[in-house]
């Protein structure tokens, strides 16, 4: 998946939101909409990620000191689930298409001879719902209804490599392990419902991702504790049902 310009997508982001949200405020939702006979919504849209990457330096044998790495912005397709439990709280499963993600070196220009700063030395793939419980403020035939939901995110990485440069500083073929990582995960957001069943979300997220990053090559081991801590804005359209 090719990520779009964090920039770019941030101002489409905004924007989208922004008028799908006036645009409801032209025109009050039906109260006789169903809505309160729609327990379920199924949502699609997009997860504009920003990592907030803070990581121990890499330590371990033959290991110059100040080696770090950092995470580029990516973007992926958000799918949530939403099941209201009552005309204020609801239960929503949250997920993204897995993005890949790299890994950047942060530290000095070179290692020995070897370039490392900004060189990508790592990939991977990471599965990661959340599950919330969100208060909704205001009546549920209310024009806009902000909300709040907190709950746990489940992060499991996969599809793990090591690049051609990282293998380069590592002085070899390097294996690359992070163990799964459970954490709090926070919302803030608002829904609108501009036409019966139909309804649109623009929110923004923070997850606590902690993890420990080991790498093998040929049995020296390096490691760094990494909390990526990503933040994310999300705009999507759900289907009530």
């Given at each position: 998946m090719r990520a779009v310009p964090t920039r770019i997508t941030a101002r489409l982001l905004l924007s989208l939101g922004l008028a799908a949200l006036l645009g409801a405020g032209s025109a009050r939702a039906d109260p006789n909409s169903g809505a309160?006979?729609?327990?379920?919504?199924?949502?699609?849209?997009?997860?504009?990620?920003?990592?907030?990457?803070?990581?121990?330096?890499?330590?371990?044998?033959?290991?110059?000191?100040?080696?770090?790495?950092?995470?580029?912005?990516?973007?992926?397709?958000?799918?949530?689930?939403?099941?209201?439990?009552?005309?204020?709280?609801?239960?929503?499963?949250?997920?993204?298409?897995p993005p890949l993600t790299r890994t950047v070196a942060k530290g000095p220009g070179e290692v020995g001879s070897v370039p490392y700063?900004?060189?990508?030395?790592?990939?991977?793939?990471?599965?990661?719902?959340?599950?919330?419980?969100?208060?909704?403020?205001?009546?549920?035939?209310?024009?806009?209804?902000?909300?709040?939901?907190?709950?746990?995110?489940?992060?499991?990485?996969?599809?793990?490599?090591?690049?051609?440069?990282?293998?380069?500083?590592?002085?070899?073929?390097?294996?690359?392990?992070?163990?799964?990582?459970?954490?709090?995960?926070?919302?803030?957001?608002?829904?609108?419902?501009?036409l019966k069943h139909v309804v649109v979300i623009l929110s923004g997220s923070a997850s606590w991702v902690n993890t420990r990053l080991t790498t093998n090559t040929a049995g020296i081991l390096r490691t760094s504790h990494v909390e990526f801590n990503p933040r994310a804005v999300i705009f999507a359209v759900g289907y009530q049902f």
């Open positions: 309160g006979d729609s327990p379920n919504t199924i949502a699609l849209g997009l997860y504009d990620v920003s990592f907030h990457t803070h990581a121990d330096d890499i330590t371990g044998p033959y290991t110059p000191s100040g080696l770090n790495v950092r995470n580029p912005s990516i973007n992926t397709l958000y799918i949530g689930y939403m099941r209201r439990l009552s005309p204020h709280f609801d239960l929503e499963l949250a997920l993204g298409v700063n900004g060189q990508t030395i790592a990939t991977a793939r990471w599965l990661a719902p959340s599950l919330l419980a969100k208060y909704y403020f205001f009546s549920p035939d209310a024009l806009l209804r902000p909300y709040l939901g907190v709950g746990v995110n489940y992060t499991k990485f996969y599809s793990r490599q090591v690049t051609a440069a990282g293998e380069a500083i590592s002085g070899g073929p390097t294996s690359l392990s992070l163990p799964v990582a459970v954490g709090p995960v926070g919302t803030v957001g608002v829904a609108a419902q501009p």
